[in-house]
Nanobody, 125 residues
Framework: QVQLVESGGGLVQAGGSLRLSCAAS????????MGWFRQAPGKEREFVAC????????YYADSVKGRFTISRDNGKNTAYLQMNSLKPEDTAVYYC??????????????????WGQGTQVTVSS
C-alpha cells in the first residue's frame, strides 16, 4: 500500500520559514518524480514545485521561485520543500504527489498516481 505522509506545516509569521517533508512508503521512491501542490480556501489546487527522480530536473511556479526549494533524499524515501520568506498568500494546505512521469506533474498533475493527505501552512501578517 502506497502512502505519502506530509509533515512540517504550522503557523509562522510573514518572512519566516518552514520545511515540509513528504515521507513515502510502499513504492520504489527513486523511480518517481515528486511534486508539491497547494490549495488555499476557496481556490483550486495549484502547482508549487516538482523534482525528477534523480533531482536532475526541477521546476517551480513563478509565485515561489527564489523563495522555495524542493529537494529529495532517495535513501530516506523523502521529499522536502524548504519555504523561506513566507507571505500570507502562501497560506494553504500543501500536498505532495508522486508519479513516474515528471512531465505529468507539470502538465496534468490531477492524474498523478499518488497523493498525500496534506499539511496546513498558515502565514500570519
Amino acid at each position: 500500500q502506497v502512502q505519502l505522509v506530509e509533515s512540517g506545516g504550522g503557523l509562522v509569521q510573514a518572512g519566516g520559514s518552514l520545511r515540509l517533508s513528504c515521507a513515502a512508503s510502499g513504492l520504489s521512491f527513486s523511480a518517481y518524480a515528486m511534486g508539491w501542490f497547494r490549495q488555499a480556501p476557496g481556490k483550486e489546487r495549484e502547482f508549487v514545485a516538482c523534482i525528477s527522480w534523480s533531482a536532475g530536473r526541477i521546476y517551480y511556479a513563478d509565485s515561489v521561485k527564489g523563495r522555495f526549494t524542493i529537494s529529495r533524499d532517495n535513501g530516506k524515501n523523502t521529499a522536502y520543500l524548504q519555504m523561506n520568506s513566507l507571505k500570507p498568500e502562501d497560506t494553504a494546505v500543501y500536498y505532495c504527489a508522486a508519479d513516474p512521469q515528471y512531465q505529468l506533474l507539470v502538465t496534468t498533475p490531477t492524474n498523478a498516481r499518488h497523493w498525500g493527505q496534506g499539511t496546513q501552512v498558515t502565514v500570519s501578517s
